[in-house]
C-alpha cells in the first residue's frame, strides 16, 4: 500500500493551499478531487460568478454611456458567449492550480475518496491508500427543500451551464447567492423574483444596508415574494413550472433555482470508520487547530461550517500546513473578517452591525453618509450609495464600517485594514480625503 505524510481529500480552497504548503514543508503529500481541481470557487463559485456580474454591469454601463456622450446602439446580449467565455476561463484556472499541485510534488488522484481508518482511505477505484495525516476538505452541498417536484429546480452547481437565458426566473433563498443572481438574472433582462420563506434577506448584514438593497433592487424591477412557503412545483407540458405556495398565488416560470444554504460535504464519507464527531449540522468539530476528534485526521473550510468563504478556508488549509508540517502552531483569527455581497449594487460590510454594536458594547455612534455618486448623477441614475461607520463611544474606536454603493467591495477591503488594525474614527478624520471619489466619504463622516 502506497503511503503518504498527508492524504487530502477535496481539491478546493482549502485543501489545495494545505497540500502546496505541506508539501513545500517537505512532506510527501497526495489530493483526491472527484470533480474538477480548484473547487467551488474556483470552478462552480466565486471566480464564475464574478464573471457574470461584470457581464451584468454592462447592461447599465452601456445605457449610461449615452449620458456620457457615447453613441452607443441597442446592443443586444449573447448569452451563450459569456457562458462559454467564462467556462473557458474556469479551464483555465482548472489547469493553473493541476500545474501548481504538481509543480510542488503533490500526487493528484482523479477520483472520489473516503476515509476508511484513521489512517487509510480508499479512493473510488478501490485503492487503499495510508497516510500519517488525512485532511478533510471536502467542503459544502447546495441545500434543497424537501419538497414535491423539486427536482425541476437547479442550483448554483448547474447555473453556469445553461443552454439559454430564461425569459423568466424564481430564485428560492434570501443570502448571498439568491441576491447575487437576482442582479445577475435581472441585468439580462430576465424577469426575476426572489422568493424568501422569511422577511429577512441576507441576515448578519447591517439591516439599513440590506433595506437599501432591497428598495434599490424593487425600484430596478426586481419582485420579492417574502415570508413564501413552497407547496409543491408543478412542471406544465411545455417545460415551464408552477410554483404553488402554501398561502398566496402561484407563480409560473422558465427557471427555478435553489440558493437555500450550503451543507458540510460529509455524507458517505466514512468518517465514522474513524470516529470522527460531527455537530448537527454534519459539519466536522474541530479544534482551534483544525484536528477532529481522531487525532491523525483534521479538517478545514466550508465542510468545518465556520465561516463559509474563500480566504477562510485558504487560511485555515496553510495554517493547518504550518502547524502540523512547518513546525509552526498557528491558529485563524476570525475578527472583523471582511465580506460582500456581490449584488446590483454590491453590499460589503466588516466589523460589528450596528444592532450587534449596540447590544455588545451599549453607547456607540453610528455616521452615515448618503449620497449619488458622481457617475450616477450625470448618468441620471437615481440610485444612491450608503456608507455607515459604527464606533465605540468610549473609546472612539469604528468597530464596524458597511456600505453599498458602486465598487463597495473595492473600497471596503482597503478600509477594512483600519478597523482590523483597531483605528479610530479620528484616524479616519485625520486622513486627508482623495477627492473626488466615493472613498472619499469614509474620511469625511460627520
Ligand atoms: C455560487 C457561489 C458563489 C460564491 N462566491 C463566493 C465569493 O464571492 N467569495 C467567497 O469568499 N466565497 C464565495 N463562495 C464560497 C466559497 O466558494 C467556499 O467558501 C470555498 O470554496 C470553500 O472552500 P473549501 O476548500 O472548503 O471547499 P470547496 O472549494 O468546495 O472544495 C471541496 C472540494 O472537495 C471535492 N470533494 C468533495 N468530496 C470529495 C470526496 N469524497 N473525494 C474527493 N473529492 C471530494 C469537491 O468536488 C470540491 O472540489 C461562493 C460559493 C458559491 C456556491
Ligand atoms: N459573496 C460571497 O462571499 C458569497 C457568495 C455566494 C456564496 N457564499 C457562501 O456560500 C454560502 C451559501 O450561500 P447561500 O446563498 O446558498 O446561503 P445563505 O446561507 O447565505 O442563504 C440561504 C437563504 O435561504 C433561505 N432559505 C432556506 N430555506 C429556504 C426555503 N425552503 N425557501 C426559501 N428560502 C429558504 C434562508 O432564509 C437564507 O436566506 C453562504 O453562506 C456564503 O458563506 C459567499
Not at 464574478?50 to 456620457?68: I, S
Not at 424593487?218 to 412557503?229: P, Q
Request: aromatic share 8%; proline share 4%.
Amino acid at each position: 500500500m502506497t503511503s503518504y505524510d498527508l492524504f487530502v481529500i477535496g481539491a478546493g480552497s482549502g485543501g489545495v493551499r494545505a497540500a502546496r504548503i505541506a508539501a513545500a514543508h517537505g512532506a510527501k503529500v497526495a489530493i483526491a478531487e472527484e470533480y474538477r481541481v480548484g473547487g467551488t470557487c474556483v470552478i462552480r463559485g466565486c471566480v464564475p460568478k464574478k464573471l457574470l456580474v461584470y457581464g451584468a454591469h454592462f447592461a447599465e454601463d452601456l445605457k449610461d454611456a449615452r449620458r456620457f456622450g457615447w453613441d452607443v446602439p441597442e446592443c443586444d446580449f449573447n448569452w451563450p458567449t459569456l457562458r462559454d467565455n467564462v467556462l473557458a476561463d474556469v479551464d483555465r484556472l482548472n489547469g493553473a492550480y493541476t500545474s501548481t499541485l504538481a509543480s510542488h510534488d503533490v500526487e493528484v488522484f482523479l477520483e472520489r475518496a473516503t476515509v476508511s481508518s484513521p489512517q487509510e482511505v480508499t479512493l473510488a477505484s478501490g485503492r487503499r491508500i495510508s497516510a500519517k495525516h488525512i485532511l478533510i476538505a471536502t467542503g459544502a452541498w447546495p441545500v434543497t427543500p424537501d419538497i414535491e417536484g423539486a427536482e425541476h429546480g437547479i442550483t448554483s452547481n448547474e447555473v453556469f451551464h445553461l443552454e439559454k437565458m430564461p425569459r423568466r426566473a424564481v430564485i428560492a433563498g434570501g443570502g448571498y447567492i439568491a441576491n447575487e443572481f437576482a442582479g445577475i438574472f435581472h441585468e439580462f433582462s430576465c424577469d426575476v423574483t426572489l422568493v424568501n420563506r422569511s422577511d429577512t434577506i441576507l441576515r448578519g448584514y447591517d439591516r439599513q444596508i440590506v433595506e437599501r438593497l432591497l428598495a434599490t433592487s424593487m425600484a430596478k424591477g426586481i419582485n420579492f415574494r417574502l415570508n413564501a412557503e413552497f407547496e409543491k412545483i408543478e412542471k406544465l407540458d411545455d417545460g415551464s413550472l408552477r410554483l404553488h405556495f402554501k398561502d398566496g398565488e402561484p407563480i409560473e416560470t422558465d427557471l427555478l433555482m435553489f440558493a437555500t444554504g450550503r451543507r458540510p460535504h460529509t455524507q458517505g464519507l466514512g468518517l465514522e470508520n474513524a470516529g470522527i464527531a460531527l455537530d448537527n449540522q454534519g459539519a466536522v468539530i474541530v479544534d482551534d487547530y483544525n484536528r477532529s476528534s481522531c487525532k491523525s485526521i483534521y479538517a478545514v473550510g466550508d465542510v468545518t461550517n465556520r465561516v463559509q468563504l474563500t480566504p477562510v478556508a485558504i487560511r485555515e488549509g496553510h495554517a493547518f500546513a504550518d502547524t502540523v508540517f512547518g513546525g509552526n502552531p498557528r491558529t485563524v483569527d476570525y475578527d472583523c473578517i471582511p465580506s460582500a455581497v456581490f449584488s446590483h449594487p454590491p453590499i460589503a460590510g466588516v466589523g460589528l452591525t450596528e444592532s450587534e454594536a449596540r447590544e455588545k458594547l451599549g453607547t456607540v455612534k453610528v455616521y452615515t453618509s448618503d449620497f449619488r455618486a458622481m457617475k450616477n448623477v450625470l448618468a441620471g441614475r437615481d440610485e444612491r450609495a450608503l456608507y455607515k461607520m459604527i464606533v465605540d463611544d468610549t473609546t472612539g474606536r469604528v468597530v464596524g464600517l458597511h456600505m453599498i454603493g458602486p465598487d463597495a467591495p473595492e473600497i471596503l477591503q482597503a478600509a477594512a485594514v483600519a478597523v482590523k488594525a483597531g483605528l479610530t474614527k479620528q484616524a479616519f478624520d485625520d486622513t486627508v480625503a482623495l477627492h473626488p471619489s466615493m472613498a472619499e466619504e469614509l474620511v469625511l463622516l460627520k
